[in-house]
């Protein structure tokens, strides 16, 4: 069960970072002043 | 209302005491404020101007020019543009500040080139001689070719010879542009705009096609011929840019004939203190001191909230490990995302008190004067003083430091300025620099009372704002872009800060860092734990391997343990990656382990302290080093048996920190801000060679 944890936990994690960094979205790409527009 | 009543609408920019001539002028009774925006709502009053004449006064919203920014300025624009004859004002009554009279004549020059006939009221002359200004009335008339009038609306003083310039204005009926300055921009281009309509002036065209904002008056045809001038908005934008900086020029070149300031003269308290804050050898000496107690306050006030939240996170996990069942979820809680977490949070009473300081630098009115005063320094090296605000702001972030340079008038300064911005020492390298501090300069005080650690930490600011200057010079030098500097700025008076004005500037930039990087610090922990803990077939026969190679050696079960640990993850998919780039780094005194930290930092400076607290986890088995700290000051260079983080990695870490861009973010904002890859590119590899040169240097000569 643990496993199964882990293995959605790092996908989350993985997705969210590809969101971010290799496919982010117009609105982050038209973001105003914030440090975290990436 | 009787027809023959003048309507009047009184315009000026926020805090020029509008309101206060306003009660004058019609007796009403209303709130005077000193804040901006006090009048929100359209306010009318009725005026006696003499026994037969009476006046319609508006009170229209503060705004600092005719190009709206807000629903209430805008307003201000649509009163302007009504050609409606039982609407639209017949006199316009513009407010001035004699103290900010240059700002002020921006708003009163654009109103002055609708054609409207105005009278400029310039207010709070009873200041005049205390701030050692003197106006030359008679010239300023002639020069503006209007009706001026000195007053003080607090004191009632002037308030008749207002009332008498409108009705001479009145009478008058027929005003001409002052600027007139869109013909001086392109004048085919303006000429072709004027044909469209007889009816308005060329200057209420533009702001029509600039503002999108039509008159009901507007016929069909001349809206779609407008709308034609729409169609290419770079070069819209552009003329608006040329029109402000025209209108500057002609308004220096008027008061540099009409209005004097004798500083000398200036017997107040906010011309003593800028005399000192300003002064060419103590303001530089005052500004240094102020970094100083910053950066002192830095380390001193917070050592102790972030020993405990060190500790605090440290037990979570012990918590976590003993009380959860065994398995890898635990272990990715324990030693994946409880670290993680840790790694930000730990950084927070720092950061705060930097915005802390910042916040109430600003408020007070001081950062101005820090603009003013480096202005002859900044255009030495290729900037304007304005270049200042986002090289401090850049000790936040410079995200935001690199959009501030849109105040920036001249091309060629915004650029440099865009370009050094990252040099200066965003809070994202605090936290590494916090920790590499802690780990390699002895917590002691010098002269009894300066804190060496703190030293260290003012001289790596330093070294940020050093470089930026330096690389600005050079590229000042180098760069072939040909464009025009102005530097005008606004000196605020000083005020006691306001708490709740502090307080929440400092938890939003808290904010900021902490959820900003935060996540992406703990989703970097998640992956680099999985990395870290898994692997291929030399990973799942780590046990055997090792038990194969210790038949001869006498090792305890806690060595046995501890060795298996380390081969585990040299063989994990992460200890394959940092070892394949570890030649790389090896003349920087980095190991493999510090070159993941150094890869995944890229995303954001501060995932390095957090990637090595979560390597060091995984393989970590001694009970007693559980602090971040901790970790990293008890990891061992295998090849020297000595601390991997001794005096020369830190320093060649520190510098490495100092020079490297290290922020896909930076690289996006500057690519957007320049609209092209060049800069952005030009400026990582630039920085990345530079910090890897200064590091290797550095290890190389310290060690």
Known sequence: MQEVIVYFVVALAVVFLMKKYAFPSKKNRGCN?????? | MSRNDIK???????????????NQLTGLNQKVGNYPGVTVDKKEGTSKLSSTQNAIITDLPGTYSINPTSLDESIVLKTLLKKDIKESPDVILVVADVENLKRNLLLFSQIKDLEIPTVLAINMVDQMHRKGISIDLSLLKKELNTEVVLISARKNEGIQEVKEAIIRCHVAAKASPLCGVNHKIDPDYFDKLKEISPNYS???????????????????????????????????????????????QEINKILKKTYIVDKTKATNLRGKL???????????????????????SIFDLASVPMNFIDTTFAQISDFTKSNLPQGVFTDLLTEGIIPGIGGVIIFIPQIAILFLFIAILEETGYMSRVVFLMDKIMRRFGMNGKSVIPLISGTACAIPAIMATRTISSWKERLITILVVPFTTCSARLPVYAILIALIIPDKKIFGFLNLQGLVLLSLYALGFLSA?????????????????????EMPNYKLPSIKNVFFEVVEKTKAFVFGAGKIILALSIVLWFLASNGGSSYQNAEKSVFENIDNQNLNEDEIQQKIASVKLESSYIGILGKAIEPAIKPLGYDWKIGIALITSFAAREVFIGTLATIYSVEADDEDTTTIKQKMASEINSDTGKKRFNFPVGMSLMVFYAFA?????????????????????????????LAYVSSFLTYQILS
Not at chain 2, 8 to 22: D, E, H, Q, Y
Not at chain 2, 469 to 489: D, G, N
Request: aromatic share 14%; glycine share 4%; with cysteine.
């Open chain 2, 8 to 22: 009047v609408a009184l315009i000026g920019n926020p805090n020029t005491g509008k309101t206060s001539l306003f």
């Open chain 2, 661 to 689: 861009m290290q922020c896909m973010a930076t690289f996006a904002i500057v690519k957007r801000e320049t609209k092209t890859w060049k800069w952005p590119l030009i400026q990582l590899f630039g920085m990345a060679l």
């Open chain 2, 274 to 296: 800028d005399k000192i804050f300003t002064h060419r050898i103590f303001g530089y000496v005052l500004f240094s001191l102020i970094l100083l107690v910053i950066f002192q």
């Open chain 1, 33 to 38: 002043t914030g440090c975290d527009c990436h």
């Open chain 2, 469 to 489: 200057i330096i690389a600005a010079y050079i590229l000042h030098k180098t760069l072939k872009v040909e464009s025009k500097s102005f530097f005008v700025v």
């Open chain 2, 202 to 248: 060329l200057y209420e065209l533009w702001l029509m096609v600039t503002q999108n904002n039509f008159p009901e008056t507007i016929t069909k045809e001349e809206k779609e011929k407008l709308l034609a001038f729409k169609q290419d908005v770079s070069k819209l934008k552009k003329y608006q840019h040329k029109e402000t900086i025209y209108r500057y």
